[in-house]
């Protein structure tokens, strides 16, 4: 198990043994935090044919029963999930589930449902489920996962038994990444939102490089300004490459109103933010207002990709004209 994961896994396992786990579960938190490997490994620990015996105290999945072999393989006749993968999980996919959970267990060890993003079903399949997560037939347990729970109808999360992942701490993070045999970073970090597993993807990638050239680039666009063309295609690249900018004017508003550098959320870029800084608080305070309005305007889902190009253009010959 992850390491910011173990105490709600022995907390889970804890319930597991003492019977006390409800019906319908969620586990809600942000994105690539590990929700689906512990709904995983909770589905294991509640299938498992030894999980309850004596000699187990932890409650933990014995790993070599019947059951457990199954599960490793990926074909347990009880263990039923409906993967986020499509664009929204309909009332089919849940009226069969419900069907399936009524009839009696193959293993005889009651049945698991895990529904990852669940904040994907339709209101139809979600009124579907109702009845099932009060009282499901056949002794079925409901995992359901989430990064976004406020999208779920309210009558679905008052019927389970709630749990939120917290954002882990740095210190529980960076050593695991390390581990990885990655190159962890408090700013790698921050730019990933604080998700593990995001940040794990993002370094491998070698996105990080990437983050660093790109603000380098911006930052000497005073000097160099024909690389415009370029920093805006690289801008645009990907939604999350102005959050990066974001970021760091930020930081150089910070650095430019006097503040300690020990808070800055891209530490590896001090020296970008300190010559950014040199601009004076008021003209960063516009230019981060302008740049949050333009990331909501093409988040709404209303700014296609010629429009982006159009809006960031025009932000980027704002900031050319503000820096001279
Ligand atoms: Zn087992």
Avoid at 141 to 146: A, F, H, P, R, V
Avoid at 177 to 199: D, F, M, W
Wanted: hydrophobic share 40%; with cysteine; glycine share 8%.
């Amino acid at each position: 198990m992850y390491p910011w994961l173990k105490t709600h896994w022995q907390q889970l396992l804890t319930l597991v043994r003492q019977d006390q786990l409800g019906h319908g579960l969620l586990l809600k938190g942000v994105e690539g935090i590990g929700k689906g490997e512990l709904a995983a490994a909770l589905a294991k620990a509640l299938l498992c044919q030894h999980a309850n015996v004596a000699e187990n105290e932890q409650g933990a999945p014995c790993e070599h029963c019947h059951s457990c072999q199954l599960i490793k393989a990926g074909n347990h006749p009880d263990l039923h999930v409906i993967t986020g993968s499509q664009r929204s999980i309909g009332v089919d996919a849940i009226r069969q589930l419900i069907q399936v959970l009524n009839e009696s267990a193959r293993l005889g060890h009651g049945k698991v449902a895990v529904i990852e993003q669940a904040e994907k079903m339709t209101e139809a399949a979600a009124n579907a489920l109702l009845k099932t997560l009060e009282e499901p037939a056949g002794e079925a347990t409901l995992l359901l996962i989430s990064a976004h729970p406020e999208r779920l109808l309210p009558t679905i999360r008052s019927r389970c038994q709630q749990w939120l992942l917290p954002v882990p701490e740095p210190d529980l993070v960076l050593p695991w990444l390390a581990g990885q045999g990655l190159e962890p970073s408090l700013a790698a970090l921050n730019v990933n939102q604080g998700s593990p597993l995001n940040t794990r993807d993002y370094l491998t990638a070698g996105t990080d490089q990437r983050r660093r050239d790109l603000l380098q680039q911006f930052v000497e666009l005073a000097r160099q300004p024909r690389t415009l063309t370029e920093v805006q295609s690289g801008l645009l690249e990907q939604p999350v490459h102005l959050l990066w900018l974001q970021l760091l004017l930020q930081d150089a508003l910070q650095l430019a109103l006097g503040l300690s550098p020990a808070g800055l959320r891209l530490s590896d870029s001090e020296t970008l933010s300190r010559t950014l800084s040199q601009l004076g608080p008021d003209r960063l305070h516009q230019a981060q207002n302008r740049l949050l309005q333009l990331r909501q305007t093409l988040q709404s889902g209303t700014g296609r990709p010629v429009n982006a190009g159009l809006q960031l253009g025009q932000w980027l010959n704002d900031w050319l004209i503000n820096i001279r």
